[in-house]
């Protein structure tokens, strides 16, 4: 994954800074045995760090497997791929953490997550 590049493309995205406004939180992302924090404040993505990581500061993880992230963030996901919660129903994603900000800040979240989705 480009991580400037995701990163480039979602602080240009003006649906992302409309609708994120006001959302700051620390999404731990697990992809296999690979580890990424992701920054989010006032809606922009302000650092991506890669791990591994010994006590990651998050807020809240999403954990799943390379073939999971693979298929999720693919240019265009097959039916029942578009969606986290679509993974979380069939166990291929968990959801750890604080569970009350992960809901507060969906929207924006599911912005971010939309811009792991490129043309290759």
């Known amino acids: 994954m480009d991580w400037h590049r995701f990163q480039k493309e979602a602080n240009t995205d003006p649906v992302l800074a409309?609708?994120?406004a006001g959302s700051s939180f620390?999404?731990?992302?697990k992809r296999g045995d690979d580890e990424y924090v992701?920054?989010?404040r006032e809606g922009s993505v302000a650092r991506v760090h890669a791990g591994?990581?010994?006590?990651p500061q998050c807020d809240f993880a999403?954990?799943?497997s390379r073939a999971a992230w693979a298929r999720f963030a693919c240019a265009h996901p097959a039916p029942g791929d578009q969606d986290?919660?679509?993974?979380f129903r069939s166990g291929e994603l968990t959801?750890?953490?604080d569970t009350r900000k992960f809901y507060a800040h969906?929207?924006?979240l599911k912005l971010v997550l939309g811009h792991l989705r490129f043309e290759p």
Not at 26 to 29: P, S
Not at 84 to 87: C, D, E, L, R, S
């Open 18 to 20: 409309r609708q994120g």
């Open 26 to 29: 620390r999404l731990l992302l």
């Open 38 to 40: 992701i920054e989010v």
């Open 52 to 55: 591994p990581f010994v006590m």
């Open 62 to 64: 999403l954990a799943g």
């Open 84 to 87: 986290i919660f679509a993974f």
């Open 95 to 97: 959801l750890t953490g």
């Open 106 to 108: 969906l929207m924006c």
